[in-house]
């Protein structure tokens, strides 16, 4: 599914981690990796020279790890450059790190990093919390009751696994259960599995077939608060959790769970946006 992945770098250290991620995703697949650079205008020959050092550094590394690559520098707007290189050269997956205003702002407002969500490839938008070595054991994998591209996610989440030898930990928050004058119902664990949705069961065969270790947990409760307790309760190295589809008004009424993990996470984090049909 991913023979061409695209790591785009800048001047910023995030970047190269999030780089190292498509490295070794590359290396598991047998893909090929574009390491991208996109200078805008206006940026300072400081920055500029940093980036490309960044750019040195990991088609170096990728050679020792004998994985075929190719470097792109270009001056520009870097969506619409990048967007220009996914369809010349068929990209099938981009990494992309965030940056601080990706954190500060609402979801859906325009930054470089989400502008790259709209390419028409599958995107993975990262949020580095520990720049040290990308190594992690225990991935988090938030699930809603109804997923779209669930054969892709699983794919995903299981390359990931395979790349680092981690084990995939699914988690669901289902609304709590409610019966007029009674309040709310508490159920078992074992009612809850019986509850569990079509697509996250779906999602865990998917796992199952590619012999991919894990564990699933249902937790009713706020999703974007249950995840970030989860991921810092269980000590998970990486969460990957899929873009919210919900407009602006209902993100303003009731809040957005990608919001909430991209502020308070305590782990490094993968926004995936998938584009290939299951």
């Known amino acids: 599914m991913y023979r061409k992945i695209l790591a785009a770098v800048n001047e910023h250290l995030n970047s190269e981690v999030t780089a190292r ?28 020279r940093a980036a490309e050092e960044a750019m040195k550094r990991l088609f170096h590394e990728a050679m020792e790890m004998h994985i075929r690559a190719e470097s792109i520098a270009e001056i520009g707007d870097p969506v619409t450059e990048i967007g220009k290189i996914v369809r010349h050269e068929g990209i099938d997956l981009v990494f992309a790190s965030t940056r601080r205003e ?10 470089i990093a989400r502008n790259l969500l709209k390419l028409p490839c599958t995107v993975a938008l990262v949020r580095v919390v520990h720049s040290g070595r990308v190594h992690p054991k225990k991935i988090l994998v938030p699930l809603k009751a109804r997923i779209d591209h669930v054969s ?16 995939v930990f699914i988690f669901h928050a289902p609304k709590k259960i409610t019966r007029f004058f009674h309040g709310e119902i508490h159920l078992t664990p074992e009612d809850w599995r019986q509850r569990l949705p079509q697509d996250i069961s779906r999602f ?12 699933s947990k249902l937790l009713p409760g706020k999703t974007g608060k249950s995840i970030t307790i989860e991921a810092f309760a269980k000590r998970h190295d990486l969460i990957i959790m899929g873009a919210s589809e919900r407009n602006l008004f209902a993100s303003l009424l009731r809040g957005n769970p990608v919001e909430d993990v991209l502020r308070e996470t305590p782990c490094d984090l993968i926004i995936l946006t998938p584009r290939h049909e299951d």
């Open 204 to 215: 865990m065969e998917q796992l199952e077939i590619q012999e991919i270790e894990h564990e």
């Open 152 to 167: 892709e996610r699983a794919y995903f989440s299981a390359c990931m696994a395979h790349a680092f030898g981690s084990k």
């Open 102 to 111: 990706d954190v500060q702002k609402r979801f859906f407002t325009g930054t």
């Open 21 to 48: 991620y498509a490295l070794a995703l590359a290396k598991h697949l047998d893909a090929k990796l574009y390491i991208c650079f996109v200078a805008q205008k206006d940026m300072s020959q400081q920055n500029r």
